[in-house]
């Protein structure tokens, strides 16, 4: 069956952390995708990687940076993590071309 | 600019047929999603429209017209388990990570 897999359900860090967010897939995907999840808002596309090494920036880049040195993990970095960084985290990976996203359960992220 | 607007709530009676409806303005198309999202959960693929027309799938039908900028969700014969949020989403381009946009989802509420 199909995975995403998101490395913490839930995380409190302070202002000023630097906070790593894992996603793995073992679904041989070439595309992956970090969104964040706000009422009101709904998903925003942060970053996206089309292959290994590549990235690209998603409508809200400012504040993260990531990491894809594998093909099955892509990484979100929060370089000094801010109140206004709480949120819901959504890893997703698709084929290249391919018609669906699959997402994972979501990384639920606090900052105080 | 990337636009996609769907209403922010919806409410139905158990057994009725609701129909959620979704325009757009983006850079680029190659397709519209839906998916559905309970709450805590990820988001799942409901269905997938590239071409103009009707796509039934089961109690779920989905209707594009490009021209217009338009899809609608219908879901008949509703159930007290298809309380959710319903999101639309365009997918820009076919290659290189052919990210989706999401629009703010529209929260269904079904009533005994």
């Known amino acids: 069956d199909v995975k995403v897999t998101q490395s913490s359900r839930y995380l409190v860090k302070r202002t000023g952390e630097k906070v790593f967010l894992e996603c793995v897939q073992d679904?041989?995907?070439?595309?992956m995708f970090w969104y964040r999840q706000d009422p009101g808002l709904g998903l925003r596309l942060i970053y996206f990687?089309?292959?290994?090494?590549?990235?690209e920036k998603g409508d809200i880049p400012e504040g993260y940076s990531v990491s894809r040195e594998k093909k099955e993990r892509f990484s979100l970095i929060l370089e000094s993590a801010s109140t206004n960084q709480t949120s819901m985290y959504l890893c997703?990976?698709?084929?290249?071309?391919?018609?669906?996203?699959?997402f994972g359960s979501g990384t639920q992220l606090s900052v105080l | 600019g990337q636009n996609i607007d769907q209403p922010t709530e919806m409410t139905a009676t158990e057994g009725a047929i609701v129909q959620i409806n979704c325009t757009y303005q983006?850079?680029?198309?190659?397709?519209l999603f839906w998916y559905q999202q309970h709450a805590g959960e990820a988001p799942t693929f409901l269905s997938y429209n590239v071409l103009d027309g009707l796509e039934e799938k089961g109690r779920f039908s989905s209707f594009l017209s490009r021209s217009k900028g338009y899809s609608y969700l219908l879901l008949k014969e509703l159930q007290m388990k298809d309380s959710a949020s319903y999101l639309c989403?365009?997918?820009?381009?076919?290659?290189?990570?052919?990210?989706?946009?999401f629009g703010q989802g529209t929260e269904l509420s079904v009533k005994p």
């Open positions: 679904m041989d995907h070439e595309n």
């Open positions: 983006t850079s680029g198309f190659n397709g």
């Open positions: 997703a990976s698709s084929f290249e071309g391919g018609a669906k996203l699959f």
């Open positions: 989403a365009v997918r820009d381009r076919y290659n290189q990570g052919g990210k989706l946009i």
């Open positions: 990687s089309y292959d290994v090494k590549m990235k």
